[in-house]
């Protein structure tokens, strides 16, 4: 039986951070946000044939994706360094393994955004703001506790990579819809590998 870890849920509700006005870049001007977006980003112009219409329905849904895959990815760090326990080797080596194909679906998603003429918004700050997966608490120390944490997100994650599959299908993008399957065929994958552990 697995230790549920505190509850991810109650956690408060995120804000933004405080704006610091402090900060200014080398040559003097005001530094950029990196959460400025125009409300209606054009595209960039591209000979790639799927309608212009489509890709920008598409392109907001991927970086969508993107956030939470990447917010994944640290989570999969954050287990590999502060596992404890019995089991550390085997865990701190899966939970790397994990981390490396996650890292590569991220770069699928960002770049299937940038092939399609949008801009892959990856910063740290537009994943903390965009994000919908679980927090991943910083106290957890037992295997039992990451495997129950990160088994979590993992079918969290899953589950929204299906959803978007869908919404590919339905907006006509194929190599979306492929790319999105990769990602969660690995994602149950690696499911498996972690949940086994709890079975
Ligand atoms: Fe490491």
């Given at each position: 039986m697995a230790t549920?870890?505190?509850?991810?849920?109650?956690?408060?509700?995120r804000r933004a951070p405080a704006s610091d006005n402090s900060r200014s870049t080398r040559?003097?001007?005001?530094?950029?946000?990196s959460r400025e977006r125009p409300d209606d980003p054009a595209l960039y112009a591209t000979k790639n044939t799927l309608p212009e219409d489509t890709r920008?329905?598409?392109?907001?849904?991927?970086?969508?994706?993107?956030?939470?895959?990447?917010?994944?990815?640290?989570?999969c760090k954050q287990a590999h360094w502060n596992v404890k326990g019995p089991t550390f080797i085997a865990l701190h080596e899966l939970f790397d393994d994990i981390n490396?194909?996650?890292e590569e679906y991220v770069d699928l998603i960002a770049e299937r955004v940038v092939q399609l003429g949008g801009i892959a918004e990856g910063t740290a700050r537009i994943v903390a703001e965009r994000t919908s997966l679980l927090d991943y608490p910083l106290t957890l120390r037992t295997g039992a506790e990451h495997v129950a944490a990160l088994s979590d997100v993992l079918a969290q994650f899953g589950r929204?990579?299906?959803?978007s599959i869908e919404e590919m299908d339905e907006l006509e993008d194929a190599d979306s819809a492929d790319i999105l399957t990769e990602v969660s065929r690995g994602i149950d994958k690696w499911l498996w590998f972690v949940e086994a552990h709890q079975q």
């Open positions: 549920r870890r505190p509850d991810r849920n109650a956690s408060a509700p040559d003097g001007s005001a530094p950029r946000d920008k329905q598409v392109i907001p849904l991927l970086n969508q994706r993107l956030a939470e895959c990447i917010d994944l990815q640290t989570q490396e194909d996650v929204s990579a299906r959803m």
